[in-house]
């Protein structure tokens, strides 16, 4: 009845009609009739006109009610709306640039999009790339061009970066002393007046469009070899241009469209985003017959390193076998460009707030990462583990397929890795060839869910302690004497130079040479003799056949192996308990294989092939199978040599990172 | 004349006055009536009309999702109620062409199809062709709840519905998804703020409501009305399902809130009995549902899922709950044969019936059973060295399914009067020493049992 409200003004108008007539009553009958007469006229349409508001009322309180009704249905946590940035109809950006000794920073319409003032990082040139329709930074990156070949890295990265978009640059500290000829004519060619003689300690800042105008050029010279140039600070206005000008016409598919909101957001991933000649997305490899792990989710652990996890998605996708839609990246931190990347495959992605540090968050990743694949997964009896800086192999899924049975049979087994700690160029030959280890090589690597669930997970190491995740499932409280399953030629390749427990030195003496399998389906061997006791059949069998190496020479050198392919040779090392790694040690330095821990054994047994031969090293007498070594033989002892430089600075932190 | 054209402009008026005094009345009767229901059937056309109308939709969303391979089934609960009524004929003729549109040509707003997410890719191009075809869709997404008990993982929304509209009709598609415990979600269907309310009337969806558990479907092909799609192989069993099918989720915020307060106990012994807990819950459900005899988790064990998400590391045991009128003689022999021996058995099924079975190493499995009262609800407890009988009571509940320990258990619905009437409303505490004669908020003292029932009312073994 509420809907009554708005009357009362009526009601007195009414009363007042009456009133006045009887008023008028006394005077006039005629004028009285009359004003009789047009009050109710009066009356009426008023009548009319509440009506009609009343319609008009009860409408919306209908309205209303029906938006009520549906209140059940109401998302009670999301209220907020955010505020969408308003469409910047602006057209030209103004631009900072500051370049010294110890400071550098940039800002976009006042906006800081690039500051460093820390000690000791971040010498040499910072580049930063802007859309050139919206301003929006593209990429970052800094090449210490103090340092050898990183212009050719500069060089490189602005090669890929598309015509039109805008390039700033800045020098902090020093960027001259190994910037070479052609980094200077790239950068000369970009319309710098300056570069080709920039020289020590200079001081530069740099605005232009590629291929295209430039907007401003500062430089300070350095006046003494001691002493730095002076702080410049460049002020420029760049104008944009719209948005259909910044942008490819590719055709209108799902890939380009995804594509199309990769490249504008991004830049630095190549052809992707080339406009005439864009590399595909999608891979489409053939699908393997009789694939076991078609269900089997695969969880890419990531960090933030967007362009190792963009060439890792693509040897994943390009793998035979491969389900994209059991794939999930893992990033650690909310880091928007490896979502990017993600999103440009059409994968989906899922990110974690940082817990701890360091290590300790590392191995927190692992473990939300491993808890949620097995959630979004319930019916997964296994979890693929991936990371970021591997290329897989194409046979990557059929090397699982064809084993996999095993790790569900066979209670033994830890785990199935694609990665064979000593499989070297020198070491490795055999694609179809599978070892058991008792060690855990990580590195593309099969999980299975009762072990992660039964085990791991409920006393997986808590964020205070800042253990590796890796080694702590070495250890032998979790890993109860349990074998992994590897093959002879790695099915991943670790190809990361930049990492929490990793540098370039690292990663050439111990990465770079490693093999890496290339050959499509590949038909694995004897996979029923990789079980427990079949395996120990296989070894004696193995070892019958063997033919006892000279051990009067010296195993280091190339002769100690004779000139022959294709046979099995075993020679006998010292090692006098389960632990005595000495002269493993010495031997494996020698190989030039992985010394920074003992990696590959199999009860005190070593397979690794040399001059292609299958080479065998037995540890006596800890070793089982010391028994068939002759009695002529003396087991070869090497002693560990008196500490040399850097073998001890490294192996710390390079243990941890052999993940 | 002038009088008399006034006169008659007068009673034209009042006339017309008297139109819309009369218009307003019905109107206003009109928008009473129609508060409790919606816009939508008000535009009703010719029942005929109407009725092809529904089935049109019907035939053209499943002509579309068949053109993209999405394998949906009907879970209508008002076509599978029509159709549980022919079930028998329609399994028998799978492609007999139907005389008459029984099923689907059935006044309703809606048609609600199910579809397993992990059967399809999220391919767009569904919603383009559906736009070609004239549908209008809204899609209704949300957090993932598999992710929700991580610390801190933002993963990407996921759809959990979907409604596509033609002229007067829509369907609405329920995403389900496979949860930890072999069993399947539905989401809640939550409108967004910049939604259109007025979509459709959401409020007759038989869907959305609250989140749903279901068992995974066994499916059956048919033809009714001479379109082909997939039903649940019983249909009555699915709809009884469905009427008890409400989920609640872990509170896995507050539980995260106890464990900062609370550390959680990681020592060998608690990971140890936290996993010999688990397995015997497993197998304690496993043998309650091939009997058929709804339980769901009491005392500690309902504590730890609403306070921590998890087994209570330090509480021993695993308490589970029955109402009395589900007891079956069978059960003592089933848990027997799945290896849970009778441990002591105290009361009897008119009175105080509590079970207790040894698990394996120390666990022990205990289990409640519930008498129902006017305005309460209680179970009971004996103490064997006395004879003593002890009484504890509920406020009364209904059951919701949870998932725990990878396990889809039921649990009171109303969770936290059942916590509360238990523990009192300091159990957010955790509290170490326990004595279930007089720790817990609800217990009351009973009287004794006769001397001469003692043999049978307390049974040790």
């Avoid at chain 1, 800094?142 to 212009?151: I, L």
């Avoid at chain 1, 190339?558 to 010292?574: A, K, L, N």
Wanted: proline share 5%; with cysteine; hydrophobic share 40%.
């Amino acid at each position: 009845m509420d809907e009554w409200k708005p009357n009362p003004p009526v009601k007195a108008h009414k009363k007042r009609s009456w009133y006045l007539a009887w008023k008028y009553k006394l005077m006039n009958q005629r004028a009285l009739r009359k004003l009789c007469q047009t009050g109710a006229v009066l009356f009426l349409l008023v009548t009319v006109i509440v009506n009609i508001k009343l319609i008009l009322d009860t409408r919306r309180a209908a309205y209303e009610e029906e938006e009520e009704s549906a209140q059940d249905y109401d998302d009670e946590m999301l209220n907020v709306e955010v505020p969408r940035h308003p469409v910047n109809n602006k057209k030209v950006l103004d631009v900072e640039v500051y370049s010294s000794r110890s400071k550098v920073y940039v800002a976009v319409d006042g906006t800081t999009v690039l500051e460093d003032e820390a000690r000791e990082q971040g010498r040499g040139i910072h580049v930063i790339v802007l859309n050139q329709a919206t301003g929006h930074v593209m990429a970052k990156r800094v090449f210490d061009t103090y340092s050898p070949h990183e212009d050719e890295a500069m060089v490189l990265f602005l090669n890929m970066v598309a015509r039109g978009r805008i390039l700033i640059f800045t020098i902090k500290d020093e960027g001259s002393f190994h910037l070479k000829e052609t980094a200077k004519n790239v950068l000369k060619s970009l319309g710098s007046q300056v570069a080709p003689f920039l020289s020590w300690r200079d001081m530069w800042t740099f605005v232009g469009k590629k291929g295209g105008e430039v907007y401003g050029e500062k430089h300070a010279k350095s006046p003494a070899l001691s002493t730095w140039g002076d702080p410049v600070l460049l002020k420029t206005e760049v104008h944009l241009t719209s948005v259909e000008d910044a942008e490819c016409h590719w055709p209108d598919t799902e890939l380009n469209r995804r594509r199309k909101r990769f490249c504008s957001k991004v830049e630095g991933y190549g052809s992707v985003c080339s406009c005439k000649d864009p590399t595909p997305i999608e891979f489409n490899p053939d699908p393997l017959k009789d694939n076991k792990v078609f269900d089997v989710p695969v969880a890419v652990i990531a960090g933030n390193r967007p362009n190792y996890l963009y060439r890792m998605l693509r040897s994943l996708l390009s793998a035979q076998g491969v389900n994209p839609q059991m794939i999930t990246v893992f990033i650690d931190g909310y880091y928007e460009e490896p979502m990017d990347v993600v999103e440009l495959f059409g994968l989906s992605g899922i990110q974690h707030t940082p817990i701890s540090i360091k290590n300790a968050r590392v191995s927190q990743h692992y473990k939300a990462s491993l808890t949620a694949t097995f959630n979004l997964f319930p019916d997964a009896k296994f979890a693929v583990v991936l990371e970021e800086d591997l290329d897989i192999s194409v046979d990557f899924f059929s090397f699982l397929s064809q084993s996999i049975h095993l790790l569900e049979e066979d209670e033994s087994l830890y785990c199935i890795s694609a990665w064979n700690d000593q499989g070297y160029e020198h070491t490795a030959e055999d694609p179809s060839l599978l070892y058991r280890v008792e060690t855990m090589p990580g590195l593309g690597w099969v999980l299975r869910k009762s072990l992660y669930k039964d085990e791991l997970e409920p006393k997986w190491p808590t964020p205070e302690k800042l253990w590796d995740w890796d080694m702590w499932m070495r250890m032998p409280e979790q890993r109860k004497g349990r074998e992994c399953i590897i093959p002879d030629i790695s099915r991943s390749y670790h190809f990361g130079i930049v990492g929490l427990n990793m540098n370039g030195y690292f990663h050439e003496a111990y990465f770079k040479k490693h093999k890496f399998n290339t050959v499509p389906n590949v038909q694995l061997k004897n996979v029923e003799s990789l079980r427990k006791d079949n395996y120990e059949t296989e070894i004696h069998r193995l070892l019958g056949e063997a033919e006892v190496l000279d051990h009067s020479k010296n195993p280091c050198e190339d002769s100690f192996v004779p000139d022959t392919e294709g046979r099995v040779y075993v020679m006998f090392i010292r090692m006098e308990q389960e632990a005595d790694f000495t002269t493993w040690t010495q031997l494996a330095k020698c190989l030039h294989i992985w010394d920074l821990d003992v990696r590959g054994n199999h009860k005190g047994l070593w397979r690794l092939f040399r001059k292609k031969n299958h080479f065998l090293v037995v540890g006596v007498p800890a070793s089982p199978y010391s028994s068939k070594k002759p009695s002529s033989v003396t087991p070869i002892y090497m002693e560990p040599p008196a500490k040399e430089e850097g073998a001890v600075a490294v192996p710390a932190a390079a243990a941890a990172e052999q993940t | 004349m002038q009088k008399i054209n006034r006169n008659v402009v007068l009673a034209l008026l009042s006339l017309t006055s008297l139109v819309f005094l009369l218009f307003q009345l019905c109107y206003y009767k009109f928008y009473l009536s129609q508060k409790n229901g919606a816009a939508f059937s008000k535009v009703r056309g010719s029942q005929s009309g109407q009725d092809s109308t529904r089935w049109h939709v019907v035939r053209k969303f499943l002509g579309l999702i068949s053109s993209h391979n999405i394998p949906v089934y009907l879970i209508d609960p008002l076509i599978l109620g029509l159709v549980d009524k022919d079930i028998e004929q329609i399994r028998s003729s799978p492609d007999g062409p139907s005389p008459e549109c029984k099923y689907f040509c059935a006044p309703r707003d809606f048609t609600t199809f199910a579809l397993l997410d992990k059967t399809w890719k999220h391919d767009v191009g569904l919603f383009r062709t559906a736009e070609k075809m004239g549908f209008q869709w809204l899609k209704i997404i949300n957090k993932d709840p598999r992710l929700d008990g991580m610390d801190d993982l933002s993963g990407m929304e996921i759809p959990l519905h979907y409604i596509f509209k033609l002229a007067s009709h829509a369907i609405h598609l329920v995403v389900f998804y496979e949860r930890s415990g072999n069993f399947l979600w539905h989401g809640p269907l939550r409108l967004k703020q910049h939604m259109d309310r007025k979509f459709v009337p959401f409020r007759k969806l038989h869907f959305g409501r609250y989140p749903g558990a279901y068992e995974k479907p066994e499916l059956l092909l048919v033809s009714i009305d001479d379109l082909k799609v997939q039903i649940p192989k019983n249909p009555s069993s699915f709809l009884e399902e469905m009427s008890q099918s409400r989920f609640l989720e872990c509170r896995y915020r507050e539980a995260r809130a106890f464990f900062q307060l609370y550390p959680d106990d990681a020592s060998v012994d608690a990971v140890e009995f936290r996993k010999k807990a688990k397995s015997v819950l497993h197998l304690a459900a496993l043998t309650l549902n091939n009997l058929g005899v709804k339980f769901w988790l009491s005392s500690g064990t309902c504590l730890g899922w609403y306070r921590q998400c998890n087994v209570i590391p330090h509480s021993k045991d695993v308490d589970l709950g029955i109402f009395i009128r589900d007891y079956k003689a069978d059960i003592i022999p089933a848990f027997q044969k799945a290896g849970l021996p009778l441990k002591h058995k105290f009361g009897k099924v008119e009175d105080s019936l509590e079970l207790s079975f040894q698990g394996e190493d120390d666990v022990k499995l205990d289990i409640f059973f519930f008498y129902e009262e006017d305005d309460h609800i209680w179970n009971g407890g004996t103490q064997a060295k006395s004879g003593k009988k002890f009484k504890y009571l509920f406020p009364k509940f209904t059951l919701c399914w949870t998932e725990f320990v990878e396990l889809k258990v039921h649990v009171p619905c109303e969770t936290l009067q059942y916590v509360e009437a238990n523990y009192g409303p300091e159990w957010k505490v955790p509290v170490k020493t326990w004595d279930w004669k007089s720790s817990p908020f609800n217990v009351q003292e009973n009287g004794v049992w006769p001397i001469d029932e003692w043999d049978n009312v307390i049974q040790l073994y």
